[in-house]
């Protein structure tokens, strides 16, 4: 027969990191929005290509920095009957969608910088230079909000990015209007926004990889899923262990179920239960987790004839 033994220790902690997570985002919002009107004007008037990658960067931006807060308060809802894990995983598919549009406006201005290259347009410098130096305030301000959450959450990572990408853009276009004011060298500017497209496409292709990897139910990057079957095997009673799966629900949510086989002469399962359940919270930080332990391998017809099943978890803490 194959026994199972379970114990309940839930810390739930749901909503804390979003609620001061969104605070900076409104803020952010607020600031990104307001500019983004007036740098499309700005781009349309000075005919500065430069200027308009920048602004399609705000652009992105303010549609970044909205899908990062819906992001948050979706979050931060309970579980239910039909999402038992609540919606945590949503912060995964902000930063998709954020990665997403990145990549495609970065491709778009490469490929608008080319048709640019055989005759260069004049360029207002004098309106690029104020309007890109405003721009590079609104980042600059924004970064310093979003700094904080960009460590703590894939999501806003994705946000902070956004914001820290656009920001190297008004810099850029700051310089470079001074560049053409003085030397009215008018190519700068296409050569400027195929720079800002390619300093811009590698780390979005990082944040998209980071997305698909958890919403795949990848194993975290900071776990080594070999690692953690030579802790389980090189614990004291336990002779195997199988069907082991870690996966994340969202960048800092850690989530694991082994079956362990317990060794014959063990006779408290349940302790043996919790001293797994203690050495994986301070070796891998996971703190929910499924132990189904068993004195019979499962695939025997012992594990399906099995008369008490019950659901282990050693606390909770979505992040």
Aim: overall charge negative.
């Amino acid at each position: 027969m194959t026994d199972t033994m379970a114990s309940h220790a839930h810390d739930h902690d749901h909503g804390l990191d979003t609620i001061k997570h969104e605070k900076p985002l409104l803020w952010a919002l607020a600031l990104t929005a307001s500019f983004l009107i007036a740098e499309i004007i700005g781009a349309y008037i000075t005919n500065s290509l430069a200027l308009l990658s920048d602004a399609a960067h705000m652009a992105t931006d303010t549609l970044a920095l909205v899908i990062a807060l819906v992001a948050v308060r979706l979050s931060r809802l309970p579980s239910d009957a039909k999402r038992t894990y609540g919606y945590a995983r949503f912060e995964a598919f902000g930063a998709l969608i954020n990665g997403t549009l990145l990549f495609v406006v970065a491709a778009y201005i490469l490929w608008e910088a080319i048709g640019r290259f055989a005759k260069p347009p004049e360029v207002a410098s004098t309106g690029m230079l104020v309007i890109a130096g405003l721009g590079l305030v609104v980042n600059l301000i924004s970064m310093r909000l979003l700094k904080a959450g960009s460590e703590e959450s894939l999501n806003m990572k994705g946000a902070y990015l956004e914001v820290w990408s656009d920001m190297l853009g008004s810099l850029a276009v700051l310089i470079a209007a001074v560049i053409i004011y003085f030397t009215q060298w008018w190519i700068l500017d296409p050569i400027l926004a195929v720079l800002i497209g390619l300093w811009v496409l590698p780390r979005t292709w990082t944040l998209l990889r980071a997305s698909i990897h958890i919403l795949l139910e990848g194993v975290p990057d900071n776990i080594a899923l070999s690692e953690v079957r030579e802790l389980l095997l090189n614990t004291p009673g336990v002779v195997d262990v199988h069907d082991l799966h870690i996966w994340s629900l969202a960048s800092k949510s850690p989530t694991m179920t082994a079956h362990i086989v317990a060794a014959d002469e063990v006779a408290d399962l349940h302790g043996l239960r919790q001293t797994i359940a203690d050495q994986l919270k301070e070796a891998f930080d996971i703190h929910h987790l499924t132990l189904q332990m068993e004195t019979t391998a499962c695939g025997s017809k012992a594990c399906d004839a099995a008369s008490q099943v019950e659901s282990s978890h050693e606390g909770h803490a979505h992040h």
